[in-house]
């Protein structure tokens, strides 16, 4: 059940209905005060042992499904503060807090997604009331400065989980998205029809080719869609599905782009072909996501492929490549011409040209590649808008092992629906 906001107690300190201590009162009380078992089933039960909706059933995960255990967080919370057990609730958040953490710190690999999305959903919704508690308690314009304190010491803790939790969920889907990157989009040639072997990195033909990549563009794409379905499929809000699938192109556009740039005796108009391909699959997928502004995470990549594509027989052609990879520097278009490999159908690129080129690069410092993604920080996290809590949920699915949670969120739906039939009879007097 739902209980009302209209409905939430008139005073952090204390209840505005108080029909005398009866017996589901001190029922209550003795909940909250056995700090150590509440800890330990919130740790245990909702937390490291909780199983998590899976993002492709059928039908989706409802949002009480996902959120029910931010739900009972507040909901404990909630009734700690309405009864005064302010030192108590500092405690439970900060075990809580603690329990998250940890838990999301322990998956590695595709373990990670579902974890991390589901975590980083429920944190926020912890966030969004805390920020209710403040602006109502701000209303009341009370000289409560233990609660004033605590609310400013939550509120903040809470944050700091939130951005430490994107920022490890992040450093994992990296780790896996960089393995995918070279193999998938460089190295692999979906078009049949224009397969080069020209696939040896420095040592030229010494090596024999690799025509099985690691990874295929299929495997890079399945990884941005279980990132995404989680993140949707978890209720996490628009602002961060942008900036978590922004950073991850990020970094595919950087160490793709970088690759490319230092290989020799590999770059041809063949593979010019092949790599836009791939990058032309990525694209349909931003599109496909409403996620068009992804490409430009790619766009260093994309002239890039665009010069092997291009003529390079005269002055003119040179023009043109300059005007249209208009984002590469003089540096980089010399790099990727020095080292490209003229077909036997090509007209060879001659020394005026290259000449002409270099003439260009005026500057030693001249950027060559681009500044690598750091694997460790994804940047700033910011963090979305307060979700807006019109009601503090009390559902608590039926196979969840924690007996005193369920017992609170039943007797506190109970109280809810006692006070409402006291306002509507006062309402009808």
């Not at 059940?1 to 209209?6: E, G, K, L, N, Q």
């Not at 005064?84 to 940890?102: C, D, H, P, T, Y």
């Not at 590695?108 to 209710?132: C, K, Q, T, Y």
């Not at 992040?170 to 990157?181: E, R």
Request: proline share 5%.
């Amino acid at each position: 059940m739902a209980v009302p906001s209209s409905l939430l107690r008139q005073n952090l300190s204390g209840s505005t209905f108080s029909p005398g201590l009866d017996s589901v009162e001190v029922e209550l009380e003795n909940l909250l005060s056995e700090e150590d078992e509440l800890n330990e089933e919130v740790t245990m039960g909702l937390i490291r042992n909780l199983k998590i909706p899976l993002p492709s059933s059928t039908p989706p995960p409802t949002e009480k499904e996902v959120l029910f255990p931010a739900y009972l967080i507040n909901l404990v919370t909630s009734e700690m503060w309405n009864n005064g057990f302010v030192k108590e609730s500092e405690r439970f958040l900060a075990n809580v807090m603690q329990s998250i953490q940890q838990e999301v710190m322990q998956h590695d690999g595709d373990d990670a997604i579902n974890p991390g999305a589901f975590w980083l959903s429920n944190v926020h919704e912890m966030l969004s009331f805390v920020f209710l508690a403040e602006d109502w308690y701000e209303a009341q314009k009370t000289d409560n400065y233990e609660y004033d304190r605590l609310l400013e010491i939550v509120k903040h803790d809470l944050e700091s989980l939130e951005f430490n939790i994107y920022h490890t969920w992040m450093k994992v889907l990296k780790k896996k998205l960089f393995k995918m990157i070279v193999p998938a989009i460089i190295e692999s040639q979906s078009l049949p029809g224009f397969v080069t072997s020209e696939s040896n990195r420095f040592l030229g033909k010494l090596l024999p080719s690799n025509n099985n990549p690691a990874y295929s563009m299929d495997n890079l794409l399945s990884l941005l869609n279980n990132v995404y379905k989680a993140m949707k499929a978890f209720y996490l809000e628009d602002s961060i599905v942008t900036q978590t699938v922004t950073e991850l192109l990020r970094l595919v556009g950087v160490t793709a782009f970088n690759d490319l740039l230092m290989r020799r005796n590999f770059l041809s108009w063949k593979r010019g072909l092949q790599i836009n391909y791939n990058i032309t699959r990525i694209e349909e997928w931003c599109k496909s996501h409403d996620m068009p502004e992804g490409t430009l995470q790619l766009e260093h990549l994309m002239q890039a492929t665009k010069l092997l594509q291009l003529k390079k027989a005269t002055l003119n052609d040179i023009e043109i490549i300059q005007d249209i990879c208009w984002m590469l520097s003089p540096n980089q278009i010399q790099k990727l011409l020095n080292q490209y490999l003229v077909a036997d159908y090509e007209q060879p690129i001659n020394g005026e040209i290259m000449k002409a080129v270099a003439s260009r690069v005026t500057e030693k410092s001249d950027v060559l590649l681009l500044t690598p993604v750091d694997m460790e920080d994804s940047g700033p996290y910011e963090i979305a808008e307060p979700r807006v809590i019109t009601a503090l949920e009390t559902y608590t699915p039926s196979w969840l092992q924690t007996p005193r949670l369920k017992r609170l969120a039943e007797i506190v739906s109970a109280q809810a629906m006692a006070q409402q039939e006291r306002l509507e009879m006062a309402e009808m007097a």
